[in-house]
């Protein structure tokens, strides 16, 4: 499994790098392709359970969501949710099914804003000044605390993070996740061509909050897959998972970068 994941990962890794670096529309189509699938696989996982989410209709209200920050006018967003959430509501209505209505329209709009709309994160990071460079700090943030996670929690790991949720994980490696993601922001400050305008403090406390938000996205998703009793969201990635699997902690991680320059560099 190891070495199906490394494999992968190098495949994958330069691949994703190169859409990044090249910006809109291929960024952009990068991830609104990843979005519909890791939601096709969230609306794949309520039905498993028999909940019969709105699937084709929440697709396209997370594609429009992913993309709103193309919109020039900046309220079509909040329009566009707003308009997902009372056209959803109206379909209860024209449906025969009347058990568990609101469940369905539970995870229907759930999955739109889990996926479709902390997505668009990413979409506006890369549209920022420096944004090529934002994305790549989120994106090998996240990895770098991924990977170091994993090791030091193989190697080290004795006390349990949250046994209930994802028994695997241990403090030793969130601590050593961190560890990672921080290394990782600090390559940001040295004077090369993905160099960001920030003090080494401002990388070490972006790359405490990418990892911790990044941690807190796998557990989320962890629950969800207990919840829904599945041990991937799929099996479409040679030794990764599902699209959500691969994911569930960079998804966070945009959201936190982007409010981070908001509030703290422009």
């Given at each position: 499994?190891?070495?199906?994941?490394?494999?992968?990962?190098?495949?994958?890794?330069?691949?994703?790098?190169?859409?990044?670096?090249?910006?809109?529309?291929?960024?952009?189509?990068?991830?609104?392709?990843?979005?519909?699938?890791?939601?096709?696989?969230?609306?794949?996982?309520?039905?498993?359970?028999?909940?019969?989410?709105?699937?084709?209709?929440?697709?396209?209200?997370?594609?429009?969501?992913?993309?709103?920050?193309?919109?020039?006018n900046a309220s079509v967003t909040p329009f566009l949710a707003t308009s997902a959430i009372?056209?959803?509501?109206?379909?209860?209505?024209?449906?025969?099914?009347?058990?568990?209505?609101?469940?369905?329209?539970?995870?229907?709009?759930?999955?739109?804003?889990?996926?479709?709309?902390?997505?668009?994160?990413?979409?506006?990071?890369?549209?920022?000044?420096?944004?090529?460079?934002?994305?790549?700090?989120?994106?090998?943030?996240?990895?770098?605390?991924?990977?170091?996670?994993?090791?030091?929690?193989?190697?080290?790991?004795?006390?349990?993070?949250?046994?209930?949720?994802?028994?695997?994980?241990?403090?030793?490696?969130?601590?050593?996740?961190?560890?990672?993601?921080?290394?990782?922001?600090?390559?940001?400050?040295?004077?090369?061509?993905?160099?960001?305008?920030?003090?080494?403090?401002?990388?070490?406390?972006?790359?405490?909050?990418?990892?911790?938000?990044?941690?807190?996205?796998?557990?989320?998703?962890?629950?969800?897959?207990?919840?829904?009793?599945?041990?991937?969201?799929?099996?479409?990635?040679?030794?990764?998972?599902?699209?959500?699997?691969?994911?569930?902690?960079?998804?966070?991680?945009?959201?936190?970068?982007?409010?981070?320059?908001?509030?703290?560099?422009?």
């Open positions: 499994m190891l070495n199906k994941r490394i494999i992968t990962a190098l495949c994958g890794v330069p691949l994703v790098a190169l859409l990044v670096w090249f910006g809109t529309p291929w960024f952009t189509i990068l991830v609104a392709g990843w979005g519909m699938l890791a939601l096709y696989e969230f609306y794949q996982m309520a039905a498993s359970s028999k909940i019969e989410p709105f699937a084709y209709f929440g697709l396209a209200c997370a594609l429009f969501l992913i993309i709103s920050p193309h919109y020039e009372v056209l959803s509501l109206i379909w209860l209505l024209l449906r025969p099914r009347r058990e568990g209505a609101f469940i369905d329209w539970s995870w229907t709009i759930g999955g739109v804003l889990y996926i479709g709309w902390l997505l668009s994160y990413f979409v506006a990071l890369r549209g920022l000044p420096d944004g090529r460079n934002w994305v790549f700090l989120a994106l090998f943030a996240t990895f770098g605390s991924d990977i170091l996670a994993f090791f030091v929690g193989k190697l080290l790991g004795r006390h349990r993070l949250a046994p209930n949720i994802s028994p695997a994980k241990t403090w030793e490696g969130a601590a050593g996740g961190v560890l990672g993601s921080v290394l990782v922001s600090l390559f940001f400050v040295l004077p090369t061509p993905l160099a960001l305008p920030i003090s080494y403090g401002q990388a070490i406390a972006l790359g405490l909050l990418v990892s911790v938000f990044g941690q807190l996205g796998d557990l989320v998703e962890s629950l969800l897959k207990r919840n829904m009793k599945v041990k991937d969201s799929s099996n479409a990635i040679p030794g990764h998972g599902g699209f959500l699997d691969r994911i569930d902690s960079v998804i966070f991680a945009g959201v936190v970068v982007y409010y981070y320059i908001m509030f703290f560099v422009l």
